[in-house]
């Protein structure tokens, strides 16, 4: 069973735990298994969320709100806050990461200054703790991996990161922290709407277990 944070006669917003694949054509392990108990019609997934990742998914009900959902993506109108975890601390209390990213192979995203494609991320500082930093970050373009990389490569990789960073200090942490915690767009029906996502507890027993842990 999978937590629906939103739903009306268009779309469904959910909270997806970490370890789930948004790819609805998977059956194993992914987004239409859980569903299947709450909705049995057609789904459109809007947007991803990487596997490793946990926090909002939109899915849309009918073809008419995919693309007015999907139009307000292309056209860079929907806000998306992420909460993260991540290594060192950061002393800018925020700052903008405007870096292109592009594919390298194998899945694996990188910074390339002539090859690659614009990408950039609004961050600010949450809080400072030892040996870590957790951040609020807002993708303002939306490259695979977009978060990961940017902060990867200013030598900030997001804890847990089996992918960015050193895969032998990323094994001691259970999870990616990553949580998609917030997304503002426009209903189809032209409201505004702001849906926010509770952060798990897989999430906060990380924060809790390091030194000088914030109370989430």
Not at 74 to 83: A, D, E, P
Not at 156 to 185: C, N, T
């Amino acid at each position: 069973m999978i937590e629906i944070l939103f739903e009306n006669n268009d779309i469904i917003a959910v909270n997806k735990p970490e370890g789930i694949t948004s790819n609805l054509t998977r059956e194993v392990e992914g987004l239409p298994s859980l569903l299947a108990t709450a909705f049995s019609g057609k789904l459109y997934l809007v947007h991803r969320l990487d596997k490793e990742a946990s926090g909002i998914i939109l899915l849309a009900k009918n073809p008419a709100a995919h693309r007015y959902l999907n139009d307000q993506f292309s056209q860079r109108t929907i806000q998306k806050t992420y909460l993260a975890l991540v290594h060192g601390v950061i002393q800018d209390k925020s700052g903008v990461i405007d870096k292109p990213i592009r594919q390298f192979g194998s899945g694996r995203m990188g910074i390339d200054p002539k090859g690659g494609k614009l990408s950039i991320t609004e961050f600010e500082v949450e809080e400072r703790l030892k040996d870590f930093t957790l951040v609020k970050a807002h993708p303002i373009t939306g490259r695979r991996h977009q978060i990961r990389v940017h902060f990867y490569s200013i030598g900030h990789p997001v804890v847990g990161d089996l992918r960015y960073g050193d895969r032998a200090v990323q094994k001691a942490f259970p999870r990616l922290m990553l949580h998609g915690q917030e997304i503002s767009f426009q209903l189809p029906t032209g409201e505004s709407m702001t849906i926010r996502a509770p952060i798990p507890e897989s999430f906060k027993v990380v924060v809790d277990s390091l030194p000088e842990p914030k109370k989430l």
